[in-house]
């Protein structure tokens, strides 16, 4: 378990690791055991006097079936927002964290170089994120019977867990590449949450504006549940659009590190 | 072995945006010997120990440590090295053993028997949580993890700060043992007593500038001395009057105290022509020897 920075930010993890997966999954399974509720025709008409701009702007764009409720409700708004804070606070702590507290000085007097440990405390967070994620389909997958989520499958739920986990990537990658390139751990708290909240915004209330459609494009946000891909699959380009972000991102945090000065 | 430094740097310039670090430190360190790197905080001193270890990048100039480049070989660099900060600071959440296995991975291994006799010897219990240990045994498993893999360089930055006398001293012994393994011992402290017992050398910075450097042997010598005697029956000052080195002589009965300066020889023979009980000659304070270049040497030129 102590053999590599891999092993060992696995095994540091382990316990907030578990209240990770059970509070996503928590989450997911409470909606979900909800969905009954949701199916009666009181409930619906309830739904429908909503003012629809508020509806799109929460992501409840369609609460008739069950896969748009699940879209709506856990990959729409909670369940993403908890994989977000969980991205950008591993991410902060992978560099600027470590940076800050002073503990990263002792390490790289080892022979160990910066982008190893980097990638190591990268790929960690990333296998982390995975099964974040990969449980919560689990659980909704089991779900699928009992609760009568009907027209819903195993494979959608794979692919809406493809893209969540790839939008988590996205965001894991960007608050490492923060702390990475510049440090300081609120600075990378501050600037990633900050961007995190113009990428909702950006696919969620920019877009009504008029003229301002497009810009929705541009967001990882919309990359990931914009096509819903609890109902239509993998959405290749958007998937790519957020794998490649986040290489980019990696990459680029490496890249900056390997040509600073580490804090004292 | 002089042409082949354990640490060399040239003209090693540090900016802190405008704020200078150092200052065109030119340091040569040779192998096999203790050299004491002596100067007050903020002097640059763990300035050029980040610089050599490549945690930071010099503005200009060079440095080579074990004839490496700390930037372009850092990695096969760092393999020989044993690193102790004076603040030594660590996730709290792991017991020392995790720690330092973990740190032992790193360079591929250490042998559970090296850490455990190390850690015997120093009387710390690995089995604790470090945040639950005292200052002081924080810092004894820094010793341990600097010295466990038997580095050609050791790079200590005021490594006894939070040790108390009796493990400062197993300290001293576990740096003399390292010389006479041939080790290379680099050394910095804000007092000369940390060094000044192990130190063949002492290098004091100032303002980012090597300004003085020296054998402490020669200090040794050339520093003055409190001699304390006592004599089976009382003697004349006169006896001593005139006697080489010896300055502010003061008789009381078979009572004798002076100041000595230099060799001690000819106020030995002058003392053999009485009985003497009992004789102490103070252990020279070359602490004074670096406040006096620090007062000296306001311009901070240098003078090395």
């Known amino acids: 378990m102590l053999a590599n920075p891999f092993t060992k930010a696995l095994w540091e993890t382990r316990r907030s690791l578990i209240g990770w997966v059970l509070g996503v999954s928590g989450v997911g399974a409470l909606y979900a055991v909800f969905w009954p509720a949701m199916e009666t025709p009181e409930m619906q008409e309830a739904m429908a006097s909503f003012p629809q701009d508020i509806l799109d702007a929460l992501n409840y764009d369609n609460l008739t079936t069950a896969s748009g409720y699940l879209s709506g409700s856990v990959y729409g708004l909670l369940v993403p927002i908890l994989v977000t804070v969980f991205a950008i606070g591993g991410g902060t702590r992978a560099v600027a964290g470590d940076e800050e507290a002073g503990t990263l000085d002792l390490l790289l007097a080892h022979p160990l170089s910066r982008t190893r440990l980097a990638m190591h405390r990268v790929a960690a967070l990333l296998t982390c994120l995975a099964v974040i994620t990969v449980v919560l389909g689990l659980v909704l997958s089991a779900m699928i019977v009992p609760v009568g989520l009907d027209g819903v499958s195993v494979r959608d739920l794979a692919a809406m867990t493809v893209h969540l986990t790839l939008f988590g990537a996205t965001f894991l990658a960007l608050a490492f590449a923060i702390g990475a390139a510049i440090g300081g751990k609120g600075r990378t708290l501050a600037s990633s949450s900050g961007i995190a909240v113009l990428a909702y915004l950006a696919a969620t209330v920019i877009p009504q504006v008029e003229g301002l459609e497009w810009v929705r494009n541009l967001s990882p946000y919309y990359w990931y549940s914009g096509e819903d891909p609890l109902v239509n699959g993998v959405q290749t380009g958007h998937a790519l659009l957020l794998a490649g972000l986040t290489a980019v991102l990696v990459a680029t945090g490496v890249w900056r590190f390997n040509r600073r000065d580490v804090a004292t | ?304």
């Open chain 2, 1 to 304: 072995m002089a042409d082949n430094p354990a640490i060399r740097t040239e003209r090693l310039t540090k900016m802190y945006g405008r704020a200078r670090g150092l200052a065109g430190l030119d340091l040569q360190v040779t192998t096999g010997e203790v050299y004491g790197f002596l100067g007050p905080n903020g002097a640059g001193k763990s300035t050029t120990i980040r610089l050599l270890l490549d945690l930071i990048r010099p503005t200009s100039g060079t440095a080579t440590v074990l004839g490496l480049r700390p930037r372009a070989d850092g990695l096969a660099l760092r393999r020989r090295i044993g690193y102790l900060a004076g603040d030594f600071i660590v996730d709290g959440r792991q017991t020392g053993r995790e720690l330092l296995t973990y740190l032992g991975n790193l360079r591929g291994g250490v042998p559970r028997a090296t850490v455990d006799a190390l850690a015997e010897r120093l009387g710390l219990d690995l089995g604790r949580r470090i945040r639950d240990l005292s200052k002081g045994n924080r810092q004894k498993v820094g010793v341990v993890q600097a010295f466990m893999h038997t580095p050609e360089l050791l790079i200590l930055d005021e490594p006894t700060s939070g040790l108390d006398p009796l493990l400062q001293q197993v300290f001293v012994a576990m740096v003399r043992e390292a010389k006479a393994a041939g080790q290379t011992v680099f050394m910095s402290s804000h007092v000369m007593s940390e060094v000044q017992h192990t130190a063949d050398r002492v290098g004091i910075i100032r303002d980012g500038r090597l300004v003085a450097v020296e054998r402490v042997e020669e200090l040794r010598q050339r520093s003055v001395r409190r001699v304390e005697v006592h004599f089976s029956e009382p003697v004349t000052p006169s006896a001593f009057v005139g006697v080489p080195g010896v300055s502010e002589l003061a008789v009381d009965g078979p009572t004798l105290h002076c100041r000595l300066d230099g060799p001690a020889d000819a106020l030995v023979k002058a003392l053999g022509r009485h009985t003497v009980v009992s004789l102490l000659i103070e252990e020279p304070d070359l602490e004074d020897f670096f406040l006096s270049v620090y007062q000296h040497n306001g311009g901070g030129r240098d003078a090395g």
